[in-house]
């Protein structure tokens, strides 16, 4: 708990929650109100596909932009965003004009915003606490935005239950996602802007791709954002959550916000213990052991149609991927120099963040295809095949033992003796 001595680390942990519960709370009521206007798989594909063409569009943009504006200052910008797009659902679906296409473009919008806001997000992190409390803050940071993807469901979930009985659909899930926004933007505002190396070189394709350059060059970085980017495309089973809470599982819309929050339920857990007992030996073994769990998990997810089953796979999936959140954002952030973090928290947020997205409009396509559980199966085991591959394809990654930050910078900052790409 040293780290909430910070005081500008508790109002960005605040900020970083309550951003984070209320976009939980509206892309969970999108995702319910778009099955219910429509009733097609594939739609909820494109719920996901919408919200991750801006990161693809804009990544090299977000980065060189995060790395010259301070952090702090897109954050605030970014957030403010996203409660304009909650209001807009908020009002069209108040006033009866319940469009699917009107719905993807108010989340290409949110989207947007989301590719300035994760890079900036990420990189300011290590602006704000000292290099000892880091993994620390990383913890705790996972911690509270997976607190924040259990309140979010379930209080999404309640509320369109309640708007059900009352007959106003989901306007109560959007307003209140609406003043949880504000209330982010609030605290973001307390927190002052850190000191952070501003980079100035020119604005030419050369900068623009430093980040990626910076990636490629560093095996143990780029395995472990890939590694997340395969299991998350693969592992996307939470957007079908709609169809398995109606057809599957039979347990409505009460027991749909109990599965989009049992996933954190878990990741909650093992964040909060990383917190007090981090990883100190073996981290590259214990993150494709912790894919593999969560490939596993959804496999079991997949097949169950058994609601008490159903919720321990995802509270395991969840389990598995705070491990590997613990552990890849380590290594990106602390083998990242200080002026680059931008550009290379921009390429990461496109694997990692907006693999999320993709993830979720894969199983979409895949569950028109294929059906829905032959779809969250194969990805399951796709998702297991992923980290037994990685373990032989990426041995630096597999190697990696000490999460100690003077060690990962000795080892790994600088490119290997014959690479040409250079900091």
């Known amino acids: 708990m040293r780290v909430f001595r910070n005081r500008d680390f508790r109002f960005f942990w605040g900020a970083r929650v309550f951003s984070f519960f209320a976009i939980e709370m509206m892309i969970t009521t999108v ?19 919408a919200q991750f063409a801006p990161f693809l569009m804009l990544f090299l943009v977000a980065g060189i932009v ?25 009002w069209f679906t108040t006033a009866g004009n319940e469009n699917f296409i009107l719905i993807l473009l108010i989340l290409v919008l949110f989207g947007t915003s989301r590719a300035f806001h994760g890079p900036a997000q990420q990189a300011v992190v290590p602006n704000l606490v000292s290099k000892e409390d880091f993994p620390n803050a990383i913890a705790w940071s996972a911690s509270g935005f997976q607190l924040a993807r259990i309140l979010g469901p379930t209080a999404a979930g309640g509320l369109i239950v309640l708007g059900e009985r009352l007959n106003t659909d989901e306007t109560l899930a959007y307003g209140f996602a609406t003043a949880v926004f504000i209330i982010a933007t ?23 791709l430093a980040g990626l350059r910076f990636i490629l060059s560093r095996k143990v970085i780029l395995g472990a954002i890939s590694l ?22 039979d347990v409505g819309s ?26 100190r030996k073996h981290a ?3 993150l494709l052991t912790a894919v593999g769990v969560f490939g596993a998990g959804v496999i079991v997810f997949g097949l169950s149609d058994i609601f008490w089953l159903s919720l321990a796979a995802l509270v395991v999936m969840g389990l598995g991927d705070s491990v590997s959140v613990f552990v890849r954002q380590n290594l990106v952030q602390i083998i990242t120099p200080d002026d680059m973090r931008g550009r290379v928290s ?62 990962l910078v000795r080892r790994y900052r600088d490119p290997p003796a014959d690479s040409s790409v250079k900091n």
């Not at 939470?238 to 599982?249: C, F, H, K, S, T």
């Not at 599965?259 to 981090?278: D, K, N």
């Not at 396509?365 to 032989?392: D, E």
Request: glycine content about 10%.
């Open 346 to 407: 921009a390429v990461s947020s496109v694997f990692t963040n907006a693999s999320n997205e993709l993830g979720e409009f894969e199983s979409g396509v895949t569950a028109h295809w294929w059906g829905t559980v032959p779809a969250v199966v194969v990805g399951g085991a796709a998702t297991v095949a992923v980290a037994i591959s990685f373990a032989w394809l990426f041995p630096k990654l597999r190697q990696v033992d000490s999460l100690d930050a003077d060690d």
């Open 254 to 279: 009460e027991g749909f916000g109990l599965l989009r929050s049992a996933f954190a339920v878990g990741a909650l857990c093992g964040g909060l213990y990383l917190a007090q007992v981090p990883i």
């Open 284 to 286: 590259g073994v214990k």
């Open 66 to 90: 995060v790395d010259r504006v301070p952090r702090m200052y897109i954050i605030r910008v970014t957030i403010s965003v996203q409660a304009i797009c909650a209001i807009g659902l908020f």
């Open 186 to 208: 609030m605290f973001a505002w307390y927190v002052r802007s850190p000191a952070q190396i501003v980079n100035r070189d020119p604005v030419n394709i050369t900068n623009l």
């Open 228 to 249: 997340d980017l395969f299991a998350v495309l693969f592992g996307g089973a939470l957007a079908l959550l709609p169809v398995y809470a109606e057809e599957i599982l």
């Open 31 to 49: 995702f319910w109100q778009v099955f219910r206007l429509t009733g097609r798989e594939f739609d909820l594909g494109l719920v996901g596909l």
